[in-house]
């Protein structure tokens, strides 16, 4: 009889996990795709992945080798961020189909190097974790900043007995992603 109540337990819990689920599509370095439908399961590589739920905002996906960190954030947009073998790591593009299109190849993805202003610090957020080899969860940033020549988000990363450290992101007028930059001297080695 427990077993049967653990199963009913795991698989409750299974379900409440996938509810929060959004739909998306990500592409993260070394061909790795990330496919979700609204309420699950979370694909990697067309393998469903095993979830593991960190808070209402927040869950892991992993197989194929790697696990992706997706970030919810409270106006639905969605950020994900990739560990690999050997200590790879990075940000995930996230692909966007165009139906509307009158190609032949409707429905072929379509990566938008333009970030918007709105998904800006999310996206610095997920570079800035990627540096610092931590989850975008200790990641803090600015709203963006417009200057002559783009916009610039600042941020720290809280990493625990290492201390606050300070960065930047910058982007160019279009919303291109330019560079990540630290703003903390660590002297030289």
């Known amino acids: 009889?427990?077993?049967?109540?653990?199963?009913?337990?795991v698989f409750l819990m299974s379900?409440?996990?996938?509810?929060?689920?959004?739909?998306?599509?990500?592409?993260?370095?070394?061909?790795?795709?990330?496919?979700a439908d609204e309420g699950g399961p979370v694909y990697i590589n067309g393998k469903e992945a095993k979830?593991?739920?960190?808070n209402d905002n927040y869950f892991d996906a992993s197989g194929s080798g790697v696990v992706l960190s997706v970030g919810i954030n409270p106006d639905g947009t969605t950020s994900v961020m990739y560990t690999g073998k050997h200590g790879a790591n990075g940000?995930?593009?996230?692909?966007?189909?165009?139906?509307?299109?009158?190609?032949?190849?409707?429905?072929?993805s379509r990566s938008t190097s333009a970030i918007s202003f709105?998904?800006?610090?999310?996206?610095?957020?997920?570079?800035?974790?990627?540096?610092?080899?931590?989850?975008?969860?200790?990641?803090?940033t600015s709203k963006p900043m417009s200057t002559k020549h783009g916009y610039i988000i600042k941020?720290?990363?809280?990493?625990?007995?290492?201390?606050?450290?300070?960065?930047?992101c910058i982007?160019?007028?279009?919303?291109?992603?330019?560079?990540?930059?630290?703003?903390?001297?660590?002297?030289?080695?």
Not at 51 to 54: E, N, V
Not at 157 to 167: E, P, R, V, W
């Open 91 to 108: 940000v995930c593009q996230e692909i966007k189909y165009d139906f509307s299109s009158s190609d032949k190849n409707i429905g072929s």
């Open 1 to 9: 009889m427990k077993k049967l109540s653990y199963a009913v337990m």
């Open 51 to 54: 979830l593991k739920k960190i």
């Open 155 to 168: 941020g720290y990363g809280d990493l625990g007995i290492q201390g606050n450290k300070s960065f930047q």
């Open 15 to 35: 379900e409440a996990l996938n509810a929060d689920i959004p739909s998306m599509n990500y592409k993260c370095f070394g061909n790795i795709d990330m496919h």
């Open 171 to 189: 982007f160019n007028n279009n919303g291109n992603f330019v560079r990540w930059e630290s703003l903390v001297d660590e002297g030289r080695l």
């Open 118 to 140: 709105d998904k800006m610090a999310t996206h610095c957020r997920g570079e800035a974790a990627g540096m610092y080899n931590t989850k975008p969860m200790y990641i803090h």
